[in-house]
Nanobody, 124 residues
Framework: QVQLVESGGGLVQAGGSLRLSCAAS????????MGWFRQAPGKERELVAS????????YYVESVRGRFTISRDNAKNMLYLQMSSLNPEDTAVYYC?????????????????WGQGTQVTVSS
């Protein structure tokens, strides 16, 4: 059974930083491209960042480029999202997801497995 478990969310002031983690089990982690998505209240879920199977390629949505860094440790079956210079617009539930079909994936429909999410709240 595939499990993706996010952690590291919380409440932070604007300008602060957080590091999200996603622990994967039940799958051969290095065979999956990974992504971080977020969903703010009243908005659709959107891709934040994605990373290729071996971590050589990354993609970021324009609004987080230069502030967020996605990384993975295939030896530990872990995915990370380092977030800095946070602002209230970053407030959302953040989800990690796994895609087995593509080397790197940017569309929500391309992902096979999803975590339950972790709440990130940025106060002004």
């Amino acid at each position: 059974q595939v499990q993706l478990v996010e952690s590291g969310g919380g409440l932070v002031q604007a300008g602060g930083s957080l590091r999200l983690s996603c622990a994967a089990s039940g799958l051969t982690f290095s065979n999956y491209a990974m992504g971080w998505f977020r969903q703010a209240p009243g908005k659709e879920r959107e891709l934040v960042a994605s990373i290729s199977k071996i971590g050589a390629g990354t993609y970021y949505v324009e609004s987080v480029r230069g502030r967020f860094t996605i990384s993975r440790d295939n030896a530990k079956n872990m995915l990370y999202l380092q977030m800095s210079s946070l602002n209230p617009e970053d407030t959302a539930v953040y989800y990690c997801a796994a895609c087995g079909q593509y080397i790197i994936a940017t569309a929500e429909s391309e992902y096979d497995y999803w975590g339950q999410g972790t709440q990130v709240t940025v106060s002004s």
